[in-house]
Every structure is written in C-alpha cells, then in structure tokens.
T-cell receptor
Framework: AQSVSQHNHHVILSEAASLELGCNYS??????LFWYVQYPGQHLQLLLK??????LVKGIKGFEAEFIKSKFSFNLRKPSVQWSDTAEYFC????????????FGKGTKLSVKP | KAGVTQTPRYLIKTRGQQVTLSCSPI?????VSWYQQTPGQGLQFLFE???????NKGNFPGRFSGRQFSNSRSEMNVSTLELGDSALYLC?????????????FGPGTRLTVT
C-alpha cells in the first residue's frame, strides 16, 4: 500500500531560522504532491502543489518544495521562519488515477519561538 | 467564493447510535471527499463522490457510508457508533473534472462518542 512518511514529529525553531521538513512517499508510479498547513484553530489549507514540470515549486507565504523523483521525496523549505508559521504541516500524495484519495503523512508540528 | 462548509461543527453521540454529517462544497465543485482525522491514525480517506456517484472508497467498515446530491452537497453516515469513531471528520471539495486537481478542506465536524 502507498504511504507517506514525515520524518519529524515536532520541530522547534527560533524566528529567522531556516526550515526544512522532510517527506517521502512509497509509490513507483505517477503522483501529485501536496503540502497542507493547519494553523491553530483553523482548517487545512493548501500550501503548495506539484503536478508536473519544474520540480521546484513555490507556494504561499514564502514556502517552497522540491520534488526529487529518484528519492521519492518532496521536502518543504522556507529560508526564514516567522512566529506566525507555527502550525502543523502535512505532506500528501495523490496517486494518478486514484480519485479523490489523498494519502497523508502523520504531520509535523512546527513551533517557532519569537 | 464561500469555502467548504460542514455541519454540525460539534456532535456528541452515544455508542450504538447513528450520525449524519453534512458537507457543502465550494460552488462549482462536483467532487467531495471525506476523511477521518484522529491523533493515532492521522488523516485517512473514507470515500469520494463525483456527480452523485461514489468513485473511490478507503478501508473503512460498511458502517461508514455516504451519498451526494444533485447540487453536489454530500452527507456521510456512521451507523452503530463505536468509541473509536470519535474523530474529526473532514470534507474536501474539488473541481475534479480531470486530474490533476487539488482539494479544498472544510473546518470539520468534531464527533465525540461516549
């Protein structure tokens, strides 16, 4: 069965530190890749997505992610985090042809200290 | 455009009862997917509906069912509730007329089974 692994359960950073959250998936075929964010008390929001083309994708709020097909990875990055980035981040994969089924990682909680 | 709405937002039920949750997708979206979110299992796909037809289903028992109406609104039903059904139930909508596509999530319904 397909699965998504997020390596870090909880990451604590100070403001202005750089961020990289790991995400790996297990599926050899074509996939669509997503990062979602859940701010405290809010619902899941789409941060960025990769469908095809340039493997470096940019999302909202200065986030970017790089798809490395050979490593089955889709890591999320931000050069300088802010306190307002405190949230839970979910990596998700949709297998091409599988309707409506997003396979999620367990999530990474990011705490940014002011 | 209004986002995905879910009703009710909170629900408390007793073991053995049944429950119906409702989801109204973003205007123009024809696909609705349902997910269960728990601290232990994370986000898990329940099923997806498109134009009133179930196109995909996750690994949940038959007590979990759903339907979609001609206006794309969807309901999910859980019969014979168990304590383990306590969770946040999320619905997501998308255009889904062709892959790839992204999903937009609602705020969820928090179900507590006592």
């Amino acid at each position: 069965a397909q699965s998504v692994s997020q390596h870090n359960h909880h990451v604590i950073l100070s403001e202005a530190a750089s961020l990289e959250l790991g995400c790996n998936y297990s599926y050899g075929g074509t996939v669509n890749l997503f990062w979602y964010v859940q701010y405290p008390g809010q619902h899941l929001q789409l941060l960025l997505k990769y469908f095809s083309g340039d493997p470096l994708v940019k999302g909202i709020k200065g986030f970017e992610a790089e798809f490395i097909k050979s490593k089955f990875s889709f890591n999320l990055r931000k050069p300088s985090v802010q306190w307002s980035d405190t949230a839970e981040y979910f990596c998700a994969v949709m297998v091409r042809g599988s309707q409506g089924n997003l396979i999620f990682g367990k999530g990474t909680k990011l705490s940014v200290k002011p | 455009k209004a986002g995905v709405t879910q009703t009710p937002r909170y629900l408390i039920k007793t073991r053995g009862q049944q429950v119906t949750l409702s989801c109204s997708p973003i205007s123009g979206h024809r696909s609705v997917s349902w997910y269960q979110q728990t601290p232990g299992q994370g986000l898990q796909f329940l099923f997806e509906y498109f134009s009133e037809t179930q196109r995909n289903k996750g690994n949940f028992p038959g007590r979990f069912s759903g339907r979609q109406f001609s206006n794309s609104r969807s309901e999910m039903n859980v019969s014979t509730l168990e304590l383990g059904d306590s969770a946040l139930y999320l619905c997501a909508s998308s255009l889904a007329n062709a892959q790839p596509y992204e999903q937009y999530f609602g705020p969820g319904t928090r179900l507590t089974v006592t």
